[in-house]
């Protein structure tokens, strides 16, 4: 008897251990999922007790709208300004930090300090800076002889806007993952580097970015995930309200997000079209996801 527990114990009890995980991922994530991918198959709104069948219905209506198409070139015009510069920008930043400095735990609580910062008040002092009229950014343009912009009437002067307040909030967190992957490189590396005479961007080149680059693949799919849902950005920049929602008078920075929060809570709550819309943008981060690992190994293929 005290045999057949002891095994029952050995083997039933790591699964035990772990389930508490899979019981609420099932919970809180594959269940909403799935009802979600069910709910998209219906004409599903809130101000109604009937929820027609309409099968794919909904996708067909999401691909035709050009709204939906707007939607998605701002947001992948968006991912672009914004996660290029901001992997650029970290791995330098970390670079520098991961070098022989004065107060290096302040540094790098520095770097972290833009990421725990409310979204709301970066939008706001990120606002001011791009005001049309007393805005920071149009008095330097100004002082060099270059005319004001109004940075949230245009399309590419928008996203920029956008893409710099991401850039701004996210950098100093990826400084810090790639930092943390630096600290593996042997620093006998570095050494030998120096004793044959290489810079700091050589060393950073040559040594530093082949060292961790499972580290950047990693940050470049959570970046571009996150590139793919942002909201909070866009819809503050335009001031709230039905600007906020659609992006803008024109749409011009309206992102995948933003339109199915329209239809999903701004216009008669659509909830079957925005499940759809949600179930799309899912498809494009898995395609996104999968596109980055076919890179990366070949990548590692290659080596």
């Known amino acids: 008897m005290r045999t057949w527990l002891y095994k029952a114990d050995t ?17 809180f994530g594959l269940f909403p999922l799935g009802y979600t991918a069910w709910v998209s198959l219906h004409d599903w709104s809130l101000l109604s007790d009937e929820h027609s069948f309409v099968g794919l219905g909904n ?22 300004l914004s996660t290029i510069p901001q992997l650029i920008l970290a791995l330098i930043l970390a670079h520098l930090v991961n070098r022989p400095l ?70 100093g967190y990826n400084a810090l993952i790639f930092l943390a992957a630096m600290q593996a490189v042997p620093k006998e590396l570095y050494e030998s580097a120096t004793l044959d005479g290489a810079t700091a961007g050589q060393q950073l080149r040559k040594i530093t970015i082949p060292s961790i680059r499972p580290t950047v693949i990693f940050v470049v799919i959570v970046s571009t995930i996150y590139g793919l849902q942002v909201f909070a950005e866009p819809q503050l920049f335009a001031g709230g309200g039905p600007n906020g929602i659609i992006g803008g008078p024109d749409r011009q920075f309206q992102t995948l997000t933003l339109y199915m929060y329209e239809h999903g809570f701004n216009r008669g709550f659509e909830f079957g079209y925005a499940s759809a819309t949600a179930w799309v943008m899912f498809g494009l981060i898995v395609l996104a996801a999968a596109v980055n690992y076919l890179i990366t190994r070949r990548i590692r293929s290659s080596r």
């Open 11 to 27: 083997q039933l009890s790591p699964y035990v251990y772990i389930s508490p995980f899979f019981i609420l991922f099932a919970v």
């Open 59 to 80: 996708y067909a209506e999401l691909l035709a709208d050009p709204y939906f198409w707007n939607a998605l070139r701002n947001t992948l015009s968006i991912l672009a």
């Open 102 to 171: 004065r107060a290096k735990t302040l540094w790098r609580l520095g770097m972290l300090l833009p990421n725990v910062t409310s979204v709301v008040a970066v939008v706001v002092i990120f606002s001011q800076l791009f005001g049309r009229d007393f805005g920071l950014i149009n008095w330097l343009l100004e002082s060099f002889g270059l005319g004001r912009i109004d940075w949230q009437a245009g399309v590419a002067s928008s996203h920029v806007a956008i893409a710099a307040m991401i850039t701004w909030r996210w950098t």
